[in-house]
């Protein structure tokens, strides 16, 4: 596999946040020029994360639910099963991609995931994520070390939404929070995740793609 036009896919199923957290981190501090690309796809259990930004009075009442303090941009969120997680650990510097090109393109695959089901989504400069009407349906939060990115972003399938409401969604007190089963009857979520694999393979530009269904 060419490094410059190859990628490997992680069908990663349902994982730990800071297990894998540690492994993305590892990825990036090791790999070096010939570091094939790599986008996993999972869901975590039940977490909050605090990104760098991220403030005390945004935690209002976290109860059982873990808080981690991570090394991503952005506020505090919350991540559980029935969202896909999308993580990028792209060689952006080698791709000759900027790290807004790079933001964008998260926000533009989640934008064309939910147009293909008919669901008008929108992103917006004042508040990182892609929204539906008033709702959140999903969060941003990336971080670039040594012109590689890891993190990603968390669009919400069919999330049990109550845990946002004991934070400030990404800083936003209030903020209302939306599914893709709210508006698509008996959601296909092999479907969505095929076409989020589909538009960033396609986007970058990767001519080889290998699966996995593990961490090496």
Sequence with gaps: MGVDSGVIIRHLGLQPYEPTWRKMQQLTDHRDTDTVDEIWLLEHQPVFTQGQAGKAEHLLNTGDIPVVQVDRGGQVTYHGPGQLIVYLMINLRRRKIGVREIVTLM??????????????????????????????????????????????????????????????????????????????????????????????????????????????
């Design 107 to 216: 926000e533009q695959s989640i934008i064309s995931v939910l147009a293909d089901f008919s669901v008008p989504a929108y992103a917006k400069s004042d508040a990182p994520g892609v929204y539906v009407g008033d709702t959140k349906i999903a969060s941003l939060g990336l971080r670039v070390r040594r012109g590689c990115s890891f993190h990603g972003l968390a669009l919400n399938l069919n999330l049990d939404t109550a845990p946002f409401l004991r934070i400030n969604p990404c800083g936003y007190a209030g903020m209302q929070m939306s599914n893709l089963a709210d508006y698509v009857h008996d959601l296909d979520k092999q479907r969505v995740t095929g076409l989020m694999v589909d538009f960033f393979v396609k986007k970058i530009g990767y001519t080889t793609v290998t699966t996995a269904t593990e961490f090496e």
